[in-house]
């Protein structure tokens, strides 16, 4: 199975300021990765997939970026509602594998 | 609008099995796979396995396998999960949700296994 190691674990950030999650795959994964976001208590949903196509109705200020087998999640200009867990996914090859999440805290 | 419904909570004892359901609409039930995603409380996210609900073909996850079948009622627009020989670590909130990328999702539904 392909392994997704994402980082940091949980973060911290203010209001307004710019924050990047990453995500390592075990091996090429030729942008078949795609990120969620999921408040407590709620569904996933999704936010990016293939690596940067930003999903219908999905804010601007998310944005997506690989470099090899390293891929990253960006968000700008951050929101109060911005707070939640952030998880990568790859879609290259089954079974499908998700990292294993960011906490993402609004300070 | 596309929503997939799930059916309630369940508690259930162990060694038995549940049966989860997923009712699909507004889109057309054939054209989308449909996965199983388990989320055991406060970790990650696994992937069960998916159906073809225009054909029944399956494919599964190894790791669940001999613990989850999956079906569809093409009559219904529902598709179904039966986990069996529940034990504690089958407690978990099981998510459906539609290929090719996830982008829509059921709202989970929680099982508990306690005798």
């Known amino acids: 199975d392909i392994q997704m190691t994402q980082s940091p674990a949980s973060l911290s950030a203010s209001l307004g300021e710019t924050v990047t999650i990453e995500c390592l795959a075990s091996?090429?994964?030729?942008?078949?990765l795609a990120w969620y976001q999921q408040k407590p208590g709620k569904s996933p949903q999704l936010l990016i997939y293939?690596?940067?196509s930003l999903q219908d109705g999905v804010p601007s200020r998310f944005s997506g970026s690989e470099s090899g087998t390293q891929y990253s999640l960006e968000i700008n200009s951050l929101q109060s509602e911005d707070a939640a867990t952030y998880f990568c996914q790859q879609h290259h090859d089954y079974p499908p594998t998700f990292g294993s999440g960011t906490k993402l805290e609004i300070k | 609008q596309v929503n997939l419904l799930q059916s309630g909570a369940a508690l259930v004892k162990p060694g038995a099995s549940v049966k989860l359901s997923c009712k699909a609409s507004g889109y057309t039930f054939t054209d989308y796979y449909i996965h199983w995603v388990k989320q055991s409380h406060g970790k990650s996210l696994e992937w069960i396995g998916y159906i073809n609900p225009n054909s029944g073909y399956t494919n599964y996850n190894e790791k669940f396998k001999s613990k989850a079948t999956l079906t569809v009622d093409k009559s219904t627009n529902t598709a179904y999960m039966e986990l069996s020989r529940l034990t504690s670590e089958d407690s978990a909130t099981y998510y459906c949700?539609?290929?090719?990328?996830?982008?829509?999702w059921g709202q989970g539904v929680m099982v508990t296994v306690s005798s």
């Open positions: 293939d690596a940067s």
């Open positions: 091996e090429d994964i030729y942008s078949n």
């Open positions: 949700t539609r290929e090719v990328y996830f982008d829509y």
